[in-house]
């Protein structure tokens, strides 16, 4: 069974600080990576697709980056508005692992 | 603009049934991949299953042989048909545009999702 992890499981940074977030995979997946934000009592939002690749309309601070078995989200100045948990998913086979999130809070 | 709405959810007793509707408009439904995710109250996000334009579906280990997905590209429409269900498949249901090709399992526009809660 291909297992995300994902840490840390809770990060508190304020505005304009770098952020990274890390995930795992218990085994290789390639660059099949994505990263998604979901803020309470909405849909989640697609940030990053193939670990690096942005999803149409997303704000250019936000990169995806890895391969293998370890990836990483960068937020590169955090906005207020990027108060959320933060997901990745692999789908190099055909069970699309979700990580167990971090949630960002804003100091 | 893309747009999924989710209905069907509600409450149903352990071992009963219930159908999933995903209404999709502002895109080429019949060309697109669609994905089913959950989210268990509180908890992270599981995939539950995809179909493919060409009507080719896939499942997630835990609904396999309990959960048929299916589509109507006549009506636009997307369905998850859900029996035998469990407490443990309580949760927010999301309708998902796939983004397809080497990007399947990628869900790139979602719905607000409908609640379906299992219990006696």
Do not use: C, K
């Given at each position: 069974e291909l297992v995300m992890t994902q840490s840390p499981a809770t990060l508190s940074v304020s505005p304009g600080e770098r952020v990274t977030l890390s995930c795992r995979a218990s085994q290789g997946v390639g660059s099949n990576l994505a990263w998604y934000q979901q803020k309470p009592g909405q849909a989640p939002r697609l940030l990053?697709?193939?670990?690096?690749t942005r999803a149409?309309?997303?704000?250019?601070r936000f990169s995806g980056s890895g391969s293998g078995r370890e990836f990483t989200l960068t937020i590169s100045s955090l906005q207020s508005e990027d108060s959320a948990v933060y997901y990745c998913q692999q789908y190099?086979?055909?069970?699309?692992t979700f990580g167990q999130g971090t949630k960002v809070e804003i100091k | 603009e893309v747009h999924l709405v989710e209905s069907g959810g509600g409450l149903v007793q352990p071992g009963g049934s219930l159908r999933l509707s995903c209404a999709a408009s502002g895109f080429t439904f019949s060309s697109s991949e669609m994905n089913w995710v959950r989210q268990a109250p509180g908890k992270g996000l599981e995939w539950v299953s995809h179909i493919t334009s060409g009507d080719t579906r896939t499942y997630a280990d835990s609904v396999k042989g309990r959960f048929t997905i299916s589509r109507d590209n006549v009506k636009n429409s997307l369905y998850l048909q859900m029996n035998s269900?469990?407490?443990?498949?309580?949760a927010v249901y999301y309708c998902a545009r796939d983004l397809g090709?080497?990007?399947?399992?990628?869900?790139d526009y979602w719905g607000q999702g409908t609640l379906v809660t299992v219990s006696s």
């Open positions: 990053i697709h193939g670990a690096s149409i309309g997303i704000p250019a190099n086979n055909w069970q699309g | 269900l469990t407490a443990d498949d309580t090709g080497s990007e399947q399992l990628v869900s």
